[in-house]
Each structure stands twice: as C-alpha cells, then as structure tokens.
C-alpha cells in the first residue's frame, strides 16, 4: 500500500495568511492525488483533485500543486471558516489511502 | 448528480456483525464505484474498501480482510457494507463514498453512519 506523509499535523494561522500542508508519498502517484476538507461532525469535502485541479465551487485561494511523491496544497487569504482538518488521498492504486490529517486553526 | 443516503447509527456487542446501506440515485450504480470509508472518534480517516460498477470488488484493506463484506442490489440502488466479528475498535463513523467511471477521486460523501461496539 502507498503511505501518505503528511505535514504539519497541526498549525495555528491568522485571517489573511497563507499557509501550505505537504503530502509525501512511499511512491510515485503521477497525479492521482486529492485533498479533502472536512469539518467537525460532517463528511468530507473534495477541493483538489489531479494534484491540481480546483474541483468546482471551491473558492480559488485554494490551489494544489506537485507530481510524483511530493505535494502541496496551499490556501492564501485564510478565512475563519477555513478551520478544520485537511486531509490528502492517493488514487493511484488499490487500497486507497489517506494522510493522517492537518489540522488548521484560525 | 449522484445522491449518497446511508441508514441509521447501530449500536452492537462485541462479536456480532453490523450491515450498513447506502442508497444511491437511481439507475446509477452500472457507472458509480461506491467506497466505503471509517473514521474513529478524533481520528483520520481509513479506507475500508469499494465495490465496482460491475458489482465485484477490489482487494479490501487488509486489516478489514475476512471480517468485511460488500454486496449490493441494483433494483434498489443500495450498497450494503457488512462487518463481522466487532471489536471496540470498529467504533467509529463509516461513510460511503462514490467515484464515477471515468475517474478515480471521491467527489462525493454520505452523510455517515455511527456504529458503536460495546458490551
């Protein structure tokens, strides 16, 4: 299975700020690559897929970049409601996997 | 626009088995993959398996080997999660979770289902 290395595991930001969470893969993904946003108590929420696709209406100070083993997503313009936990997921291969999460407080 | 609604919370003793639904929109599982995924309290989240357009399904994840079953009934549109031999472990809140034909990421969630495990 490819594991998924994510960090930070948490971080502390202010309105206005940009912040970046890494994703590391055990192995090469192409671009099979997603992030997800999820709040307490509700499913996730798709943002980027691709590594780098803004999947749609998700505001676009979102954005995700990298290939390979290496991936970033980033959010500009922090807003209060950004608060919550990011997760990334490879869908290169069977069995799917996630990070173990970034938890992001504004 | 694929619609996911999953039954309600169970509450089971350890050792027994649990089965979870997961109604789809209609007349769309021939081209949805249907995934099944966990999360414990305050924890991440873990994929447990997914079930195919065709009805079969890939090699679950290895911890939940032997223990889970994913069937499915296409005249109703439900997808069926059964998990066997509970521990306290297999406490936590299981989503369904679909992806379409023509491409591999989740793009849309249930709603959840809670399953307690205690004696």
């Known amino acids: 299975a490819i594991h998924l290395t994510q960090s930070p595991s948490s971080l502390s930001a202010s309105a206005g700020d940009r912040v970046t969470i890494t994703c590391r893969a055990s192995r090469a993904l192409p671009s099979a690559l997603s992030w997800y946003q999820q709040s307490p108590g509700t499913p996730p929420k798709l943002l980027i897929y691709g590594a780098s696709s803004l999947e749609s209406g998700v505001p676009s100070r979102f954005s995700g970049s990298g290939s390979g083993t290496d991936f970033t997503l980033a959010i500009s313009s922090l807003q209060p409601e950004d608060s919550a936990t990011y997760y990334c997921q490879q869908y290169n291969s069977f069995p799917y996997t996630f990070g173990q999460g970034t938890k992001l407080e504004i | 626009q694929v619609h996911l609604v999953q039954s309600g919370a169970e509450v089971k003793k350890p050792g027994a088995s649990v089965k979870i639904s997961c109604k789809a929109s209609?007349?769309?599982?021939?081209?949805?993959?249907i995934h099944w995924v966990r999360q414990a309290p305050g924890q991440g989240l873990e994929w447990v398996g997914v079930i195919y357009p065709t009805g079969g399904v890939a090699p679950y994840a290895q911890r939940f080997q032997g223990r889970v079953s994913m069937t499915r009934d296409t005249a109703t549109s439900t997808v069926y999660m059964e998990l066997s031999s509970l521990k306290s472990e297999d406490t936590a809140v299981y989503y369904c979770?679909?992806?379409?034909?023509?491409?591999?990421?989740?793009?849309?969630w249930g709603q959840g289902t809670l399953v307690t495990v205690s004696s």
């Open positions: 979770a679909k992806h379409g034909s023509n491409y591999g990421y989740i793009d849309d």
């Open positions: 209609a007349n769309t599982l021939s081209h949805t993959y």
